[in-house]
C-alpha cells in the first residue's frame, strides 16, 4: 500500500523528521486560503499523487504571489499526470500540497528499502538528489551508496558514520544532523512495515540542517492489518480497479502491458510462467496467482478479471496441483466460460493433483477455444502461437 507525500510528512513529523510546513487542498480556493496561513512570498504547489517524477512531469511547480498559487493549483488539479513510474495513461490529480518555500544549498537523495539477496534491510544514499535515481542507477551506480542494516541490531552509530564519510559530509555538526536524520528515518521504516521510502530530494539548508522536501511510502500490505492509522490512509481512487476487485477475493493481480493473459497457482511459478512467455517470445498481460484456496468461483472471477483487459488475445491457465486440485481449476474454467464471454483461445496445463480428472473434465466439455498443453514450455508455445495468430 502506498500513500501520498503529505501522509508521508504527517508521519515523520510524529517521528521529529525535519520537514518543510504543508497544507493539503482540493480546490484552488483552499490552495490560496492554505498559502495566506503558511505566510511568507514563497510557496511550492505539489500534485499528490502515488508516482515519482511529479517534477519532471509539470506536477511540481514554484508560486511566488497568491495570484501564482491559484492559477498553477488550477491548472495542477485535474490534470492526468504522466511520469517515467505512471505509466503512459498517467494519474489524474485530485489533490494539491501547498508547501513552504526552503533555503536548498545542496540536495541529496536517501532511501531504505529490502534487499532480497541480503535479507535485511538497505539505507541507499546518494549526492545526486532531485535527479531520476533510476537512471542515475543506470548511469552512474558509484554514485549510489548502500549500507545494509540488519534488524536484530538496528540502526547503530557506524552505519551513520559509514553513511556521511562515503557521502562526503565533512562538517562535524551536519554528520551528527544526518545521522540523526537517517536513524529517524530507519525507525519509520521498521515500525510501520515498510516496504520503501523515499526521499528525493533530502535538502541541506544554509544552516546546516536536514530536511525532507520529498517523501514517498511504501507498506508491506500484509502488514496493514496491525496498522490501522496506515489503513486509514489508504486512497483507493489512486489503486487500480481491477487490482482491488481480484484483492476482495482472494486473488494477487497486477495489470501489465503485454497480449497473454496468465492464470497460475504461486508467485514462484507465475513468474516462471511469464519469464517463459518471454522467452518464447510472447509478452505477458498480467500476474495473476490464484494461490492455494481457489475453487470455480475465484478461477471465474480471475478469467473475468483478465478479460477486462482489451489487450488480451491469448490467456495461458498453468497450475500445479498441490494445495488446490486441478478438477476445481478445470470446473472454474467451465464456469468462467458460462459467466464470461471468454472469446480468446484458453491453452491449459494442469499437472499434480487430480490432473487426470481436470483432463476428462475438460475434454467432456468439448469447448472449442480451450487447448491442452502438455508442460510450461509447450504451454507458453501455444500461447504465443495464439496470441499471435489473433
Not at 481480484?246 to 510462467?273: F, Q
Not at 468461483?297 to 491469448?314: H, S
Amino acid at each position: 500500500m502506498n500513500i501520498h507525500e503529505y501522509q508521508a510528512k504527517e508521519i515523520f513529523k510524529t517521528y521529529g523528521i525535519p520537514t518543510p510546513r504543508g497544507i493539503v487542498a482540493n480546490t484552488p480556493e483552499e490552495a490560496v486560503q492554505n498559502a495566506k496561513e503558511l505566510g511568507g512570498n514563497l510557496w511550492v504547489v505539489k500534485a499528490q499523487i502515488h508516482a515519482g517524477g511529479r517534477g519532471l512531469g509539470g506536477g511540481v511547480k514554484l508560486a511566488k504571489s497568491l495570484d501564482e498559487v491559484k492559477k498553477l493549483a488550477d491548472e495542477i488539479l485535474g490534470m492526468t499526470l504522466v511520469t517515467h513510474q505512471t505509466g503512459p495513461e498517467g494519474k489524474l490529480v485530485q489533490k494539491v500540497y501547498i508547501e513552504e518555500g526552503a533555503d536548498i544549498k545542496d540536495e541529496l537523495y536517501l532511501g531504505i528499502t529490502l534487499d532480497r539477496a541480503k535479507e535485511m534491510p538497505v539505507i541507499m544514499a546518494s549526492t545526486e538528489g532531485g535527479m531520476e535515481i533510476e537512471k542515475v542507477a543506470e548511469e552512474s551506480p558509484e554514485k549510489i551508496i548502500k549500507v545494509a542494516v540488519d534488524p536484530t541490531i538496528g540502526f547503530q552509530a557506524f552505519h551513520g558514520r559509514e553513511l556521511v564519510f562515503r557521502l562526503g559530509i565533512l562538517d562535524k555538526e551536519e554528520q551528527k544532523k544526518f545521522i540523526n536524520f537517517a536513524k529517524l528515518l530507519f525507525d519509520v521504516y521498521m515500525d510501520k512495515d515498510g516496504e520503501m521510502i523515499e526521499i528525493n530530494p533530502l535538502i541541506k539548508t544554509g544552516s546546516g540542517d536536514f530536511i525532507a522536501l520529498d517523501a514517498k511510502m511504501g507498506f508491506d500490505d500484509s502488514a496493514i492489518g496491525r496498522h490501522h492509522e496506515l489503513e486509514e490512509m489508504r486512497d483507493l481512487s489512486e489503486e487500480d480497479p481491477d487490482e482491488r476487485e481480484a484483492s476482495r477475493h482472494g486473488l494477487s493481480y497486477i495489470s501489465l502491458d503485454g497480449e497473454i493473459g496468465c492464470m497460475v497457482n504461486g508467485a514462484g511459478l507465475a513468474m516462471g510462467t511469464m519469464d517463459t512467455i518471454n522467452y518464447m517470445g510472447g509478452s505477458p498481460a498480467n500476474f495473476l496467482d490464484v494461490g492455494g484456496k481457489a475453487n470455480a468461483i475465484t478461477v471465474a472471477k480471475g478469467f473475468e478479471i483478465i478479460l477486462k483487459n482489451p489487450n488480451v488475445k491469448a490467456i495461458f491457465v498453468n497450475i500445479f496441483g498441490g494445495i488446490v486440485r486441478c478438477d476445481r481449476i478445470a470446473e472454474g474454467i467451465l464456469e468462467a466460460t458460462k459467466k464470461v464471454d471468454v472469446h480468446v483461445p484458453v491453452i491449459v496445463r494442469l499437472d499434480g493433483t487430480n490432473a487426470e480428472e481436470a483432463a476428462q473434465i475438460l475434454k467432456n466439455a468439448n469447448i472449442s477455444n480451450v487447448i491442452a498443453a502438455t508442460d510450461l514450455a509447450d504451454g507458453a508455445k501455444k500461447a504465443v502461437e495464439a496470441a499471435e495468430q489473433a
